[in-house]
């Protein structure tokens, strides 16, 4: 007992018990702040954890140093304890940082397949904490050895992640053998006194799409840098070497390309008005041997000058005007030119028009894969505005700018007689920038510009600006669909029963001039899921309205928009509402804000395929149970409209859903190549549905065989069934003739 009290007195002489109490004071204090700040930043639960979990360790030993100072020896006590309080709260405090603060993060860039950041972060933890790490930089699963190889020494190499804004980090100075970076598409920057600087792109040493690694390393030649003031100005070099075409249609595995020269920035109006007034068009050396053909007809040279004429009849773009373009838009791509005019400035330059696989190379990085477009290339692109931009907005792989949206462009092949234009223009899809359009040489659309190339080597003109061949339609008279007996069985998964929809209003929103815009959200029924539908019902409609069902294209599912950011008139559906339809837009499974969260998930693709088809069924039969609930919407008068992705995939929603009147799909077809339940041999036959396709004669994305291999397969007797073919690309269709047929279309059906 003595024992204790002495032990007690001691305590308190020492002053550990007012250490303690100060300290106790200090903590609670601190954490009470730290909570604030928590909520403030949402930082989580895990962060108030690890800020008691630290106060609790150093609570003893702050004791042990309150003792120890008031004890004999208590310097040298206070220093040792000092040095294990500092190792012990370094090995606490960088345990719990590195696996509960750090590894979450480099997991979770891992899972959003951003190598780079998880390669940085893992980098930190690693000269912070080696010892605590589990993670490092060198992990095979988010870095790889590069062998960058440039033919001069010395050269002050730099490198971001493609397609982002952050600054540019130094890596060195050539030669660099056997250097660890970031898996993914990197972007480099070249500088030495004396020559041009140069950028390029690759990936290292795979880019994986949806779980499936595509290796194709370091596909380039040795870099060589340009001396300086050799490149031809306003021009990027463009290195050699093999190359994967990331183009729809183009037939082409891989070629090589020589190094060739390539404009930064498409042709402006301020540069072709420099050609107009040297007298560009009056110069008939600009114009030889050219094949002047408009409509089939083959015109003289004078005759097809007559019609390159401005809005004031004077010699010039479509769109200028007494000869000039309009004032403030010097700066912007020049538009509303033919093939001809494009070619003709290209050689008062002294250059050509790029032929397509060089226009590719200096737009895309050498080993990206596009399907229809990635969201890397995406970050760099000219899509989803109102107008054309001033040059310069995009960046390329190589140091191009504007080369995916803006201006569509000209390129040098010709296909059946037709131009080609790549890249997509402003306003259109995502997925064209990797789409071949072909387009009447005469087309002056005031989407169309260009920019100029000048080959190195003249060999590579031929064949790779050789005209390009049309595909031979495929032989599809062996597809037989699968027995009545084995359909039925596969045919369950696909059963639903109508039920009372379960749903909520979200909001109503009548500030549009043309429709009224409502979203619902509705439960689907599955996994616990529910699914957002847009609603646009026309404000000048009396009674009830036929509602039209939508299934977007494929930029819907791989970059979409915010819901609410929707807009029937981004594919001209616009004049359906105008016409007193109701447009029914649902936000089908793996699209909008139904996407997955990780894309390249483990399930297999025609497993993740094949519940994507019957997920739809499922959809459409939720969708079309609330549309009975309503007292505006003419029920009895129910169509399906799917346009390109919506019009290839979802159409088994016909076989079962016999609510639909009649379907209308544009650019559609079908593919016979997809897992059983998808494949439209098995499907097509038992559809009788009346439907409408209108699709392009020209279209490589979906060939006039898979559009004619929907329509002949097909069960729906002739008299319910329309194919047209128009003399156009994938997108748009003619914008009058789509509307006449669809509205005569929906007339003809309606009750």
Do not use: C
Not at 104 to 109: A, E, N, R
Request: no cysteine.
């Amino acid at each position: 007992m003595e024992s204790s009290t002495s032990m007690l007195d001691r305590l308190k002489e020492s002053k550990v018990f007012k250490v303690v109490s100060g300290y106790a004071l200090v903590a609670f204090i601190t954490v009470q702040i730290a909570s604030l700040v928590s909520d403030s930043f949402g930082f989580g639960q895990e962060f108030m954890q690890n800020i008691i979990i630290v106060f609790l360790v150093i609570l003893p030993f702050i004791a042990l140093i309150a003792w120890a100072a008031s004890s004999k020896y208590g310097t040298f006590k206070i220093l040792g304890i000092s040095l294990f309080i500092l190792f012990t709260g370094y090995g606490t405090g960088s345990y719990i940082w590195v696996n509960n603060f750090m590894l979450p993060q480099v997991k979770s860039f891992l899972e959003k397949d951003d190598n780079v950041a998880a390669w940085l972060t893992a980098s930190r933890i690693n000269s912070f904490a080696p010892f605590f790490s589990t993670m490092s930089e060198e992990n095979d699963n988010i870095s790889a050895l590069v062998n960058l190889q440039i033919q001069q020494d010395g050269v002050n190499v730099s490198w971001k992640a493609y397609g982002e804004e952050n600054e540019w980090r130094f890596l060195g100075k050539s030669p660099l053998p056997s250097i660890r970076l970031p898996r993914g598409i990197l972007q480099f920057k070249l500088e030495k006194e004396g020559y041009e600087t140069t950028f390029f792109s690759s990936s290292n040493p795979s880019l994986k799409l949806n779980n499936f690694p595509i290796d194709m390393g370091w596909n380039v030649d040795p870099i060589n840098l340009q001396v300086e003031g050799s490149v031809p100005k306003g021009m990027i070099y463009i290195p050699g070497g093999n190359f994967i075409p990331a183009l729809t249609g183009s037939g082409v595995d891989q070629v090589y390309l020589h190094p060739f020269y390539i404009d930064k920035f498409e042709v402006t109006n301020k540069e072709f008005k420099e050609f107009v007034d040297a007298g560009g068009y009056k110069n008939p050396q600009y114009w030889v041997e050219m094949d002047f053909i408009r409509d089939g007809v083959s015109l003289t040279l004078e005759e097809a000058q007559e019609l390159m004429t401005d809005t004031t009849g004077m010699v010039g773009p479509a769109g200028w005007e007494v000869g000039t373009y309009i004032q403030g838009t010097e700066d912007k791509p020049v538009t509303g030119i033919s093939w001809y005019e494009a070619l003709a400035y290209a050689r008062y330059k002294g250059n050509i028009l790029p032929p397509m696989f060089h226009w590719a190379k200096a737009a895309f990085p050498p080993d990206e894969i596009i399907s229809p477009i990635s969201p890397k290339l995406l970050k760099t692109s000219n899509f989803s505005k109102e107008d054309i931009s001033v040059v310069g907005q995009g960046e390329g792989a190589y140091g191009t700018f504007d080369m995916a949206g803006n201006a569509k462009e000209w390129v040098w092949n010709i296909f059946g007689g037709r131009g080609l234009t790549l890249g997509g223009a402003f306003d259109e899809p995502t997925y064209l920038a990797s789409q071949t359009a072909p387009e009447a040489r005469m087309n002056r659309s005031l989407k169309n510009g260009f920019r100029t190339a000048r080959l190195i080597n003249p060999r590579d003109l031929n064949p790779f600006g050789d005209p390009i061949e049309t595909q031979a339609p495929k032989d599809l008279s062996f597809y037989k669909p699968m027995s009545d007996e084995v359909f039925n069985v596969y045919s369950r998964s696909f059963q639903v029963s109508s039920t009372n929809p379960k749903f909520e209003k979200v909001y109503i929103d009548d500030s549009h001039p043309v429709w009224i815009k409502e979203r619902i959200k509705l439960e689907v029924g599955y996994n616990n899921e529910s699914m957002d539908v847009l609603i646009f019902r026309p404000k000048n409609s009396f009674g009830l309205s036929a509602p039209i069902i939508v299934h977007p294209g494929a930029n819907y599912y791989t970059t979409p928009p915010e819901i609410d950011d929707i807009n029937p008139g981004e594919f001209s559906l616009d004049f359906l509402i105008k016409s007193g339809k109701t447009l029914i837009w649902p936000a089908w499974k793996g699209s909008l804000n139904r996407m997955p969260e990780n894309v390249a998930s483990n399930e297999d693709t025609l497993r993740r395929f094949r519940n994507q088809f019957v997920a739809w069924v499922n959809d459409t039969d939720k969708t079309l149970d609330y549309l009975e609930t309503r007292n505006d919407i003419d029920t009895e008068n129910i169509f399906y409209l799917g346009m390109s992705y919506g019009a290839l995939f979802n159409t088994h929603t016909l076989l079962f859903e016999n609510r639909y009147k009649g379907a209308i799909l544009y650019v559609g077809g079908s593919f016979p190549t997809y897992p059983p339940l998808a494949d439209g041999i098995n499907h097509l036959p038992r559809i009788k549905t009346p439907f409408l396709m209108l699709n392009g004669e020209q279209d490589y994305l979906v060939p006039k065989s898979a559009a004619n291999f929907f329509y002949q397969f097909t069960g729906t007797p002739t008299e319910d069934k329309k194919i047209i073919f128009y003399d156009s690309g994938h997108w748009p269709l003619p914008r009058n003739q789509m509307i006449k047929e669809t509205l005569s279309f929906i007339d003809k059906l309606s009750n």
